[in-house]
């Protein structure tokens, strides 16, 4: 079906927007937890500036994020040679890289899902396990994150939906490389740039449409199964 409307490159691009935000938004989703529990939970010194640098993302532009990684990341940069010579890890100019871009461009979509779930949990039902002998851990896996699922799955499909749309911080980190770089949203800049490209353009301007309609839809309909499951 797709090759009758999308070119082979095209559909490439679509492959690697996919492949490039479902890792994003995996490795990503530990760490968003962790920071939720963390921020909604606990009261700690320094909580105000954790609270900042997860947040951090939605502030400042995409480019500066992108800037951010290169000089940090890059292979002339210190930590990014260090990682190059030592493990042969190498993320600029690399789908890893735009994968990692993402991630952390689309990290407060899930925190901040994740958080207000858990900040909807009623405290009381800890405490009533934890008279009954729960452990932290214990009531971690079988109460918390299971009442937190439906923020945890809102939070992932949203960011999963807003990182095939993500682009200043992957073209300046891993520039437009085709089949190793150039997702949907470089796609359409180069389709842009290019004399007589404006009916690919189109094309993948409205399935950039279609595939975040999508995932709000699908976020929200996971998060109303859940919480149809769990009786909330």
Same mark, same amino acid.
Request: charged fraction near 10%; avoid cysteine; aromatic fraction near 8%.
């Given at each position: 079906?797709?090759?009758?409307?999308?070119?082979?490159?095209?559909?490439?691009?679509?492959?690697?927007?996919?492949?490039?935000? @479902? +890792?994003?938004?995996?490795?990503? %989703? $530990?760490?968003? #937890?962790?920071?939720? /529990? =963390? !921020?909604?939970?606990?009261?700690?010194?320094?909580?105000?500036?954790?609270?900042? @640098? +997860?947040?951090?993302?939605?502030? %400042? $532009?995409?480019? #500066?994020?992108?800037? /951010? =990684? !290169?000089?940090?990341?890059?292979?002339?940069?210190?930590?990014?040679?260090?990682?190059?010579?030592?493990?042969?890890?190498r993320f600029v100019f690399s789908w890893t890289g735009a994968a990692l871009a993402a991630g952390i461009v689309t990290f407060p979509f899930q925190v901040r899902a994740i958080r207000l779930a858990l900040e909807a949990i009623d405290p009381k039902l800890s405490e009533a396990a934890e008279t009954l002998g729960a452990g932290p851990l214990d009531r971690l896996w079988n109460l918390t994150l299971?009442?937190?699922?439906?923020?945890?799955?809102?939070?992932?499909?949203?960011?999963?939906?807003?990182?095939?749309?993500?682009?200043?911080?992957?073209?300046?980190?891993?520039?437009?490389?085709?089949?190793?770089?150039?997702?949907?949203?470089?796609?359409?800049?180069s389709a842009i740039q290019t004399p007589g490209g404006e009916a690919a353009a189109a094309r993948l301007v409205a399935l950039s449409i279609v595939l975040a309609l999508a995932g709000l839809a699908l976020a929200e309909y996971a998060a109303w199964r859940v919480r149809k499951m769990l009786g909330t």
């Open positions: 079906m797709l090759h009758g409307w999308l070119s082979d490159a095209e559909i490439e691009a679509l492959a690697l927007s996919l492949r490039v935000s @479902l +890792v994003a938004v995996g490795v990503a %989703l $530990p760490f968003a #937890v962790g920071a939720a /529990l =963390l !921020l909604s939970r606990r009261r700690f010194p320094g909580r105000g500036v954790l609270d900042a @640098l +997860v947040h951090l993302p939605l502030i %400042l $532009p995409p480019v #500066v994020m992108g800037y /951010l =990684l !290169l000089v940090t990341l890059g292979t002339r940069a210190p930590l990014g040679h260090w990682l190059d010579a030592t493990f042969g890890i299971p009442l937190a699922a439906p923020g945890i799955i809102a939070g992932a499909i949203t960011a999963f939906a807003a990182s095939l749309g993500e682009f200043g911080a992957i073209i300046t980190f891993v520039s437009n490389i085709p089949g190793e770089t150039r997702t949907l949203p470089l796609a359409i800049y």
